[in-house]
Structures are given as C-alpha cells and as structure tokens.
C-alpha cells in the first residue's frame, strides 16, 4: 500500500529531538503559551520574514482571528477563491464578515485575479488569497488591485509553508498572514496548531487579546474574545520541525519533479509551476476528465489518493443561503470534478512514486485502448 501521507515516517526520522522536546514541556509544565510557544512564534516569524508571530489554538481560528484583528466587522467583504479548503471562507463568516467569492485560475488553481474587481462593492473591505497546493497566488496584481480599491490583504498561506512569490516567503506582505499547523501539513504540529503572523505591532497586540480571554495580564480583559491558545507541547514540537521545514520542502520539489517526468506523456494536466512561485508541494495535483476511474484504479492497485476538493464553497449546502448555483464559478467547478492529489509527503521514495506513475500509465493505455 502507498499512503497519500505517512507521519510515523516522519515521526521515526526526528524521534530523539522530539522526545527530547516534549520531555523539556513535560518537565517544565508550560502546557498553554510559555517559552515552547514564545520560542517557536520568534522563530517562525524570522523564517517567514514578519516581525511578529502569534500562536493560534488552529489554522481556522488564525483566519477568524485575523480578520477580527485586522478591523473587520458585520457587512465587511472578503474576497475569496471558490477553489479552496472550506475553512477559508467558514473563518471569514464566523469573524462576522462576509466571504464574496471569486473563481479559479486554470493553470495555477489560485484565485483568477482578471475577476477579482469585478467583485468588489462598496462594502469589500479586504482580499483573501490562498496559496492553494503549496504555491503562492500572483500577489503583484492583487496588492495593485487592494491599493487601488484601499482594501488589506490576508494571506491564507495554511498551504504554504516555505513557499516563495518572487523570492520571498509568503505570509508576511498582507496586513496578516494565516498559517495552520494540522498534521498532515507541510510544518504540522502533533496536534492542533495555527499561527498568524504581521508586520503591523497594534495587530499582533489584538492578536494577542483575541486568543487569550482579552487579556494581557491574568484576570484583566479588556474586550470579550475567544481561548484560542496554542498548546506549550505543539510549541516544542514546531521548533524541532521547523528546522527541518527546507530540506522537507526540498524533498517535496524532487518527488515532483520525478512524478512529472514519469507523466510526462500522460494524458494527464499536471501541475504548473508558475514563473514567479517556488513551489511547495503540500499536494501534487493532476487534473484529468477520468478522475474517478482513476481514483478506483488506483485505489485498487493500493495507491491512496485524495480529492482537493470535491465541492466548490459556492455550492457546500453551508453557504446556501448566498444564493449560488452551478455554473456561477465554472472552472472551480471543473477543477472540482478533475482534480486528484497523488501520494506527497517527504519521506515518499522513488520506488514508491514509479510504482503510483506504473499504474497510471498502465490505466491510461488500456483507457485510450478501449477508444
Ligand atoms: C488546513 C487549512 C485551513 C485550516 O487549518 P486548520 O488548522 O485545519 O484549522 C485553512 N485554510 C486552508 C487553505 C487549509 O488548507
């Protein structure tokens, strides 16, 4: 069997320095924040290039935070990609605002930004782009729309740990920049995990209030908030892995390379590195109009794969009430039926991604056969 992701890989390549790390929480008992979490945010807002991090209880709670954070209230707008994980435009709604959504773009899979000011009101306070699969939205023209129009940008970089626009990495050029740690991302706590990270002093400090009951000083709240706290023990383990982030992501960028080069003359679309992104890989993800025999033969063959995603937000039974119908974002709907993710994760061996190219290249023939 190939998994689509496998952690206990992961686990056994940092075992002692992990240990080590949860032992250092377990012997010093700051379960909630302390040092692990203090050490980890200064860390992680050096790599990423912000001046300040604040550790969130999750990456979903890091969005709704943000956008509180950064002003937004009752009848704001926040654009949006239809084409993206439903927790982007679920934390914009349960900050209170209001996610407006905008289709994808065919080759990159990111927000189209040719449709981004068609889609501004006079009540579009900010835009939203998320750096979908790994790779950085075209931020050059979105920032011109946002100083254009006076609105903020929030990046969702939950996706995109590492990954470069022009250079730099994503996350700290918005007003604030949202990054989840779950699992199977490319940095992944063991546990829950999220972060928001700025440049702005007065944000961090309503960050800070946001997560922690309003309160800088125990038993002083100075406005009603949340407990979105991140845990000391997830702290620690961050640390550790965040020093291991670049090879990972490195390992990731050569799985790829290999996988498109055994696909080459597939019939499958495969993924586009664009001319000014470094690509990180969080999912490998190939398009083609056979996608669910292809899925059930793969997972036939033992090949686990997944499906990023299924159902456009426009169309999740959630954001019925806005009024959408098929055919409103038509390429995220096609991306929606032709999307597959292929196994990716560091620790995949080559072995591993001949035997997934075999496969699909074995089901293609028969496929174009049967024609
Ligand atoms: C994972 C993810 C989130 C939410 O993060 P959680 O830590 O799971 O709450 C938000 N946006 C995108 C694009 C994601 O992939």
């Known amino acids: 069997m190939i998994p689509f992701v496998d952690l206990k890989a992961q686990y056994q390549s940092i075992r002692e320095e992990v240990n080590a790390a949860i032992q250092r929480v377990l012997d010093n008992t700051s379960f909630i924040l302390g040092r692990e979490v203090e050490a980890f945010e200064a860390a992680f807002a050096e790599y990423v290039g912000a001046k300040f991090c604040v550790g969130i209880s999750n990456g979903t709670a890091a969005i709704q935070l943000a956008v509180t954070a950064c002003g937004l209230t009752a009848g704001d707008e926040v654009i949006v990609p239809a084409n993206t994980f439903f ?15 905008v289709d994808a773009d065919p080759i990159s899979y ?24 790994g790779q950085a939205a075209d931020l050059d023209p979105i920032f011109e729309i946002a100083a254009l129009h006076n609105l903020i940008v929030i990046e969702d970089a939950a996706q995109a740990h590492g990954s470069l626009y022009k250079g730099r ?36 400090r309503r960050l800070r209030l946001l997560r922690d009951h309003g ?35 490195a390992l990731r960028r050569e799985h790829a390379a290999l996988y498109n080069e055994l696909l080459e003359d597939s019939n499958l679309i495969l993924p586009r590195e ?9 999912l490998y993800v190939v398009r083609t109009g056979e996608r669910d025999a292809l899925q059930k033969s793969l997972n036939e063959a033992g090949v686990q794969t997944g499906i990023h995603y299924p159902i456009p937000i426009h169309l999740q039974p959630a954001y019925a009430f806005l009024g ?26 080559d072995e591993q991604i001949e035997n997934v190219a075999e496969v699909i290249r074995r089901v293609s023939h028969v496929s174009l056969a049967v024609q």
């Open 324 to 349: 959408h119908k098929a055919g409103d974002f038509p390429e995220a709907e096609r991306q929606a039926r032709r999307v597959l993710s292929l196994p990716m994760f560091p620790e995949l061996t």
């Open 87 to 101: 927790a982007t435009a679920e934390a914009v709604s349960t900050a209170g605002a209001a996610p407006v959504f």
């Open 110 to 133: 990111n927000i189209d930004v040719g449709k981004i000011e068609a889609a501004i009101t006079e009540r579009t306070r900010a835009i939203m782009p998320v750096h979908l699969y």
């Open 215 to 249: 309160s800088e000083r125990k038993y002083h709240h100075e406005i009603i908030a949340y407990n979105f706290r991140l845990e000391g023990l997830q702290g620690a383990v961050l640390g550790v892995k965040l020093k291991h982030l670049d090879r990972w992501n």
């Open 169 to 204: 990495r994503v996350g700290a050029r918005g007003l604030a920049g949202c990054f989840s740690f779950y699992p199977g991302k490319n940095l992944g706590a063991y546990g829950e995990g999220g972060a928001v990270v700025t440049n702005d002093a007065e944000v961090a």
């Open 274 to 282: 664009m001319d000014y992104a470094r690509h990180v890989y969080h």
